[in-house]
């Protein structure tokens, strides 16, 4: 190994949202020894100016003293509050010159929250930290991107923790998981993401795949332990937010039901906090699965990336959804009711099962006419059953044209015209009240897997096989 390599020095920019156990990964890369620095939160003062010059002022307790360099609080020591008066690139410039001045290299780790990105340049930060006059000594500087993720529902149910110092009507940038999905963006992707309950669940492991897989930095068994009470690398602001994380010494020791609640205490989730939720799910899930999807690469063709149709109102067109984000309303019969009826009589959804090759639906039309008759039947004893019914509505179904529009258009976005299972699934749709028949008329959802064609069934069902027709000119 060559000395340039030996005295390497790794950058992590470490974001996520709020109460996601970032300080505690701040203590366990603090825990490695002298090759490492570690920065806690150096962008927040530039993100609440950025909020003043925007007239957007957020209120903090220590705001004032953390523009100024100084306070009031004397349990604060003075020069906490003067660190923070040093722009970030600089300070983070001194940390990187203090590892490359050793000969040996190391670690810089830099806790941010996914918040401040609105004062981080991405494409210029790395480039202007290497716009000074020992161009060699900055070439051994590699920066990675880590983004720490939890639940939304997780971040939002331990919210009112920290309530008095943020409120409890967050913003969504505040809340973090949108931001988290703008870093992703920002960087093409070019990220790694490290699910916090992973850390929980296993921290070893989690802690030696992010170091040694993922950053090419040692991992060290002390990154488990930490001392208990502040620490000096803590902002100012630690008195007001750190407060559970400064009773630990560590990473618990992992048991197959850590997950479970250890005091007996379930928090409510505050209404206010709903709409926060809603819209950062979706951000979520994806960054979720972009994380967890990585280990799934061995199915052919890899079939964790598909796409399903799912239509919740015949007569108008249905969505193509990725399948970790795909799913039906728990207010759908079939899930309220089960496959079968209440009365075991009247089934709540039905289903058929195809296979496509070289461009054809083996067996479509015989299907889709076995399926709709199935259809109609339950439909009739639907009408029967609820005729002394005050209020029921007329059920409206997917149409065959809706159907087969449904397939091609899931085979056409998943570009399959072979080796493909083909399911389709009509169910009686959401109930809304205690009626028999749904409101919204039925679902239907199409799913189309990699798998490889029965030869025989081709043989059988080719006289009943349906071409598809060319992807590119189908609308």
Same mark, same amino acid.
């Given at each position: 190994?060559?000395?340039?390599s030996k ?13 996601s156990?970032s ?7 603090e ?10 939160e150096?962008?927040?003062?530039e993100?609440?100016?950025h ?12 705001k004032?003293?953390l ?6 609080f004397?349990?604060v ?12 690139l600089?300070?983070?410039?001194k ?24 004062v981080?340049?991405?494409?210029r ?5 290497r716009?000074?006059d ?5 070439s ?9 993720i ?6 939002l ?20 998981i $949108?931001?988290?999905? !703008?870093?992703?963006?920002? #960087? *093409? ?9 992973? /850390?929980? @669940? ?22 488990l ?15 007001w ?11 618990a020791?992992?048991t197959?039901?850590?997950? $479970?609640?250890?005091? !007996?205490?379930y928090?409510? #989730? *505050?209404t ?8 950062? /799910?979706? @951000? ?16 052919q ?8 149709y ?7 067109p ?8 795909a ?6 019969s079939?899930?309220l ?10 089934a ?10 070289n ?24 009408k ?31 570009g399959?015209?072979e ?5 389709i ?25 990699w798998?490889?064609t029965?030869?025989?069934?081709i ?15 189908y609308?």
């Amino acid at each position: 190994m060559s000395s340039s390599s030996k005295n390497k020095v790794t950058v992590i920019h470490c974001w996520s949202a709020p109460r996601s156990r970032s300080t505690a990964l701040l203590y366990s890369f603090e825990a490695r020894g002298a090759d490492t620095i570690v920065l806690d939160e150096p962008l927040y003062r530039e993100w609440l100016l950025h909020h003043e010059e925007a007239e957007k002022g957020l209120e903090r307790p220590y705001k004032a003293a953390l523009f100024q360099g100084n306070s009031g609080f004397n349990d604060v020591p003075k020069e906490k509050w003067e660190r923070e008066q040093s722009p970030f690139l600089d300070r983070l410039q001194k940390c990187i010159a203090i590892l490359l001045k050793t000969g040996k290299g190391g670690v810089v780790f830099v806790k941010q929250m996914a918040k401040f990105d609105v004062v981080f340049d991405f494409h210029r930060a790395t480039a202007k930290l290497r716009n000074n006059d020992d161009d060699d000594a900055n070439s051994n500087v590699v920066h990675r991107h880590v983004l720490l993720i939890r639940d939304p529902m997780a971040v939002l149910l331990s919210w009112k923790r920290a309530g008095k110092v943020h409120g409890n009507a967050p913003s969504l940038e505040e809340v973090g998981i $949108l931001p988290l999905l !703008n870093i992703y963006s920002k #960087l *093409d992707g070019d990220v790694i993401i490290l699910d916090s309950d992973d /850390l929980v @669940a296993d921290p070893a492991s989690a802690l030696r795949k992010l170091c040694e897989d993922e950053l090419s930095v040692e991992y060290r068994n002390e990154m488990l332990t930490w001392k208990p009470g502040p620490h000096t690398c803590d902002g100012p602001w630690a008195k007001w937010w750190y407060a559970s994380v400064h009773e630990s010494t560590g990473w618990a020791v992992p048991t197959k039901q850590s997950w $479970l609640s250890k005091n !007996n205490k379930y928090p409510i #989730l *505050d209404t206010a906090l709903l709409p926060a939720l809603r819209a950062s /799910l979706p @951000a979520y899930e994806c960054l979720y699965h972009h994380h967890h999807s990585r280990d799934n690469v061995s199915c052919q063709k890899n079939n964790s990336d598909l796409l399903v149709y799912i239509s919740k109102t015949p007569g108008q067109p249905g969505r193509l959804i990725p399948r970790e984000l795909a799913g039906i309303s728990p207010w759908d019969s079939s899930v309220l009711q089960g496959v079968r009826g209440v009365d075991n009589t009247l089934a709540c959804c039905w289903g058929e099962s195809l296979q496509v090759c070289n461009g054809k639906i083996l067996a479509l039309e015989s299907r889709l006419t076995r399926l709709l008759l199935k259809l109609s039947s339950s439909l009739d004893q639907l009408k029967k059953k609820s005729s002394s019914s005050p209020n029921n509505n007329e059920l409206h179904y997917h149409t065959r044209a809706e159907i087969i529009e449904g397939i091609v258009r899931t085979l056409s976005a998943n570009g399959m015209r072979e080796d493909t299972d083909l399911h389709i699934i009509l169910t009686r749709g959401e109930q809304h009240a205690n009626t028999v028949l749904p409101q919204s008329g039925t679902t239907l959802i199409v799913l189309a897997v990699w798998k490889q064609t029965n030869q025989e069934s081709i043989l059988n069902d080719d006289e009943d096989a349906w071409s598809l027709p060319d992807f590119q000119d189908y609308h």
